[in-house]
């Protein structure tokens, strides 16, 4: 069971999309403000930009800046490049497209799977469904 911080469960995220045999790394943007926390990217899949919020409200919300870069990737119109917002709630994770703020009824929940089967789920299922800003 990953730990309850969001460093924790970004890293539990890491290594589950490692064990499920994609290619996972964390980013540390101490330096480089707005950058999306993790690459990730699953043999046949797009590469996923992904940042991850733990979700205090109902909502994942990147920062102003984290939106811009996440919006600048969504432009490139790119099958094979994606922006993603990823929500913990009680340690169970949401995937969602890319967005000012998604609520989780916007997302794909967590079911009976490790975190990296349900990131791996969205993209075979809905990453094509892009919710709009609000």
Sequence with gaps: ???????????ELIKSCRKAG???????????????????????EPVVFAEGKIMRTGFIRPTERQFLE???I?????SNVLAVLIGWREQRMYVGGWGEQLSMSQC??????TYGQLLKRWLNNGRFAQPSSS
């Design 1 to 11: 069971m990953p730990g309850h911080s969001e460093s924790d469960l970004k890293t």
């Design 22 to 44: 994609a290619y996972a790394r964390r980013i540390e943007d101490q330096y480089a403000v707005g950058i999306l926390d993790m690459v990730i990217v699953f043999p046949g």
């Design 70 to 72: 996440g919006d600048k």
């Design 74 to 78: 969504q432009k490139l119109q790119n």
């Design 108 to 113: 794909l929940a967590q079911g009976e799977e």
